[in-house]
């Protein structure tokens, strides 16, 4: 692994269903963070972690839930999803919360119909 | 409410010069970043300025005034592969990212 990894590439998923995207990093960054990306707007954050086992939330939490059982880990989880969900989320790392680059792993690419 | 202004889209020849600007409104101020994004991939760091003045990186410069809530990137010798969008985002008093929109600029021949 080389940087940051997500998991599936993309997703196409029944409204109601509960899905988990993964995020992997190997830089032992301290810091982790979930984005959505849409159209016409801007990166909006979902959830972050300042160190492991810790979370808090950040602009659109709602219907999001994280974990932060370790370093390398930062999973999300929709519980049940909705259509409004449908996006690109992408996770991302740097080295503490005041890091001054974030880097970005490839994207999930999520539909929810 | 927070807020990040950039141009929706730009056009430019290739081997000349853009300017993307980006004005901002935000509760605190932590730094100002710039990164780019080609479509369909994640984006990249460009650069970071938290001290008024002009940063410069190769063929990028990075311009910031405080005072005046404005940044610019400045993109010199333009080649097809910088055809991207280029993101602003500045760190809030909470250390969060708050982004732009982004601005899609188009190179052409």
């Known amino acids: 692994i080389a940087g940051i990894t997500q998991a599936p590439t993309s997703q196409i998923l029944a409204a109601g269903r509960r899905m988990t995207l993964r995020c992997t990093q190997d830089?032992?960054?301290?810091?982790m963070y979930w984005y959505r990306q849409d159209l016409g707007l801007g990166l909006r954050l979902i959830h972050y972690?300042?160190?492991?086992?810790?979370?808090g939330k950040g602009e659109v939490p709602d219907g999001y839930s994280v974990s932060r059982a370790n370093t390398d880990d930062f999973p999300l989880t929709l519980a049940s999803a909705v259509p409004s969900q449908t996006s690109v989320y992408f996770c991302?790392?740097?080295?503490?919360?005041?890091?001054?680059?974030?880097?970005f792993g490839p994207g999930t690419r999520l539909t929810v119909l | 409410g927070q807020n990040i202004d950039q141009p929706t889209e730009m056009t430019a020849t290739e081997g000349a010069i853009v300017q993307i600007n980006c004005t901002y409104q935000?509760?605190?101020?932590?730094?100002l970043f710039w990164y780019q994004q080609h479509a369909g991939e994640a984006p990249t760091f460009l650069s970071y300025?938290?001290l008024d003045g002009l940063e410069e990186k190769g063929r990028f410069s990075s311009f910031l005034s405080r005072s005046k809530g404005y940044s610019y990137l400045l993109l010199k010798e333009l080649q097809m592969k910088d055809s991207a969008s280029y993101l602003c985002?500045?760190?809030?008093?909470?250390?969060?990212?708050?982004w732009g929109a982004g601005t899609k600029l188009i190179i052409k021949p």
């Open positions: 300025n938290v």
């Open positions: 985002a500045v760190m809030d008093s909470n250390y969060q990212l708050i």
């Open positions: 991302a790392s740097s080295d503490s919360l005041q890091g001054n680059e974030q880097f």
């Open positions: 935000t509760s605190g101020f932590n730094g």
């Open positions: 972690s300042n160190t492991a086992g810790t979370t």
């Open positions: 830089m032992r960054h301290n810091a």
